[in-house]
C-alpha cells in the first residue's frame, strides 16, 4: 500500500497517517506548445511516458491494476452473456443461460436426489432475496458510518444531502416491498372474467387452449408461472431480487423498483465522487510524495496510485462505491430495456416469443426467396405462424433459464404438394409474407396506461368481474 509523506509544517494535521514523514512538492513538466511539436513528436511522447509509467509500477500497483481488469473483464462478460446476447446465436449465452444450469442442476440432482433438489430449488427461489438486503444494507450501513464523515468534511457538498440520503434510502425499501408484496394478478375460475380483455393473436396466444398445470383456460397474454404455481395474467418473468412474479397488476412497481434503484446508484455515485476530489485537492494529493508502507519506496504521484491510496483509506467506502456506479450501469440498461418493451406492447415473455417469431421468419424468407431464384415450386399463398408452447418454462431477469422454453415458431398453414418437371410430387415452399403485427402495441402513451393503470383494477373491469361472480354465486344457490 502506497501512503502520502508527511510535510513536518502539518504536524498536526489529522488528515495524514502519524508514522508518515514528509510531503515533496514536484514541480510540473513544462511541455512545449502545440506548434512546436508535431505529431510523431506526441506519439513519441505518449508512448515514452506510457512505458516510463508501467516501468516505474510496483508490485503492488501491478497486483491492484490486474485486480481491477480482471473484475470489470469478468463483470462485462457476465453482463453480455447473462442479459445482452441472444442466446440462439451466442454459444457463451448459451452455456451460461442452458448449459452451464442444465449441467449443474443433473450433477446435484443425480448426486442429492429428486427431492433434495426440489428443496434447494425452493431456497435459491428465495437466495436473492436475502443477498439483495445484504447487499443493500451493508452498502447503507457504509454510506451513513463513514459517507456521512465525508459530507462534514466536504466544501463542495451541502450537509442537506445527509437528510437526501435517508429520504432516498427509505424510496429505496418502499418500492423493494411494493414490487414483492404486490400480487401480479392470479388467474383462477374465479377471477378469469377480470383478466380475460386482451384479444388472441393467433400467433403467440392462440384461442381454446387449456393450461395442462392449473387447468383452467389459457387467456391472452398469461403464462403459468413454476414459482408461485399459479397462473398469471400478463405474464412478465419471475424477479429473484423481489422474490415475486411480475404481472398486469404488479409490473408498474417493478419499474418504480428499478428507476429508485437506479437513482440511488446514481446519486450516491456522484456524492461520493465529489466528497473524494475534495479530500484529493485539499490535501493536495497529486503533487504528494507516497511511500510504499514496510519497504519505504518513494512513489511519485500519480492518478493510479492516489486512486490505490483513497481505496485504502477508505476501503469500505470506495468498494462501495465501486459497486453503486458498476450496478447503477447495469440497472440502468435493464431499465431502458423494460421501457423499451413497455413502449413496443410487449413483456419479457412476449419479447422471447417474438424472437422466436422472427428467427422463424427470417430462416422462412431465406428457403423462399432461395427457391424462387433456383426455379423451385413455391407457394402462390402466404403461409402463417403461431409459437407454440413446448414447456411452461422459466421466465427469469435474464430471459428463460435452465430447461425453460417460451415456444417454437412454426406454420400453421397447410401443406401445398406440386408436381415437378419429371411429375414427382414434391413440397412447395411457403411464402412468409410480411413479418406479422404485435396487436398488443396499441402507441407508446396507452402502452405505458396500460401498465400504470392495468385494465384488470379498472372500474369496468372490476364490475364485471363483481356481475360475474354474482351470477356463478346465484347459479350456486340454485343448484343447492
Not at 452455456?95 to 443425480?110: A, D, I, R
Request: aromatic share 12%; glycine share 8%.
Amino acid at each position: 500500500m502506497t501512503t502520502p509523506a508527511r510535510d513536518h509544517r502539518t504536524a498536526g494535521s489529522h488528515w495524514w497517517p502519524s508514522q508518515l514523514l514528509f510531503v515533496r512538492q514536484v514541480t510540473p513538466v513544462r511541455w512545449k506548445s502545440r506548434q512546436q511539436r508535431s505529431f510523431s513528436g506526441k506519439c513519441s511522447c505518449a508512448a515514452a511516458a506510457a512505458i516510463g509509467a508501467i516501468k516505474n509500477m510496483t508490485a503492488t500497483e501491478y497486483g491492484f491494476i490486474v485486480g481491477i481488469t480482471l473484475y470489470l473483464v469478468g463483470f462485462a462478460f457476465f453482463a453480455y452473456s447473462c442479459i445482452l446476447a441472444d442466446p440462439d446465436t451466442s454459444s457463451s449465452a448459451r452455456f451460461m443461460t442452458q448449459g452451464l444450469p442444465n449441467f449443474v442442476g443433473s450433477k446435484l440432482e443425480n448426486a442429492l436426489g429428486p427431492r433434495v433438489m426440489s428443496a434447494l430449488r425452493a431456497v435459491a427461489d428465495r437466495a436473492l432475496v436475502v443477498i439483495y438486503l445484504v447487499v443493500v444494507l451493508g452498502s447503507w450501513s457504509i454510506v451513513l458510518t463513514h459517507g456521512y464523515e465525508l459530507v462534514d468534511k466536504s466544501k463542495s457538498v451541502s450537509n442537506y444531502h445527509q437528510w437526501v440520503g435517508y429520504l432516498v434510502f427509505m424510496a429505496c425499501m418502499f418500492s423493494w416491498r411494493k414490487a414483492m408484496t404486490t400480487r401480479p394478478g392470479y388467474i383462477t375460475a374465479k377471477t378469469i372474467v377480470k383478466f380475460d380483455h386482451y384479444p388472441y393473436d393467433n400467433i403467440l396466444f392462440v384461442e381454446k387452449r387449456i393450461c395442462p398445470t392449473v387447468g383452467i383456460r389459457k387467456i391472452a397474454r398469461s403464462k403459468f408461472d413454476r414459482v408461485s404455481g399459479r397462473h398469471v395474467a400478463r405474464f412478465d418473468h419471475y424477479c429473484g431480487w423481489v422474490g415475486n412474479s411480475l404481472g398486469e397488476e404488479n409490473y408498474r412497481y417493478f419499474l418504480l423498483f428499478l428507476a429508485v434503484h437506479v437513482g440511488m446508484c446514481a446519486y450516491g455515485t456522484i456524492i461520493l465522487v465529489r466528497c473524494l476530489y475534495d479530500e484529493i485537492v485539499e490535501m493536495d494529493l497529486l503533487n504528494a510524495t507516497f511511500y510504499i508502507a514496510g519497504t519505504g519506496e518513494a512513489v511519485s504521484a500519480s492518478k493510479i496510485v492516489v486512486f490505490q491510496y483513497l481505496m485504502a483509506r477508505h476501503f469500505a467506502l470506495a468498494g462501495t462505491l465501486l459497486l453503486m456506479s458498476v450496478m447503477g450501469l447495469v440497472l440502468a440498461a435493464f431499465l431502458s430495456f423494460h421501457l423499451y418493451i413497455t413502449a413496443k406492447g410487449m413483456t419479457t415473455n412476449e419479447w422471447y416469443k417474438w424472437r422466436q417469431v422472427s428467427l422463424w421468419h427470417r430462416n422462412a424468407k431465406k428457403e423462399y426467396d432461395a427457391a424462387v431464384k433456383e426455379g423451385r415450386p413455391v407457394k402462390v399463398f402466404e403461409t402463417t405462424i403461431q409459437v407454440v408452447d413446448t414447456t411452461d418454462g422459466d421466465i427469469g431477469c435474464t430471459g428463460p433459464s435452465g430447461n425453460g422454453d417460451v415456444g417454437k415458431a412454426e406454420d400453421s398453414g397447410e401443406d401445398a404438394a406440386v408436381k415437378d418437371g419429371n411429375n414427382q410430387c414434391v413440397q412447395a415452399v411457403a411464402n412468409p409474407g410480411p413479418f406479422p403485427t404485435n396487436i398488443y402495441n396499441r402507441g407508446i402513451r396507452e402502452n405505458f396506461m396500460e401498465v400504470i393503470f392495468p385494465r384488470s383494477l379498472r372500474q369496468d373491469a372490476l364490475e364485471q368481474w363483481k356481475e360475474a361472480y354474482m351470477e356463478v354465486t346465484a347459479e350456486a344457490i340454485k343448484m343447492e
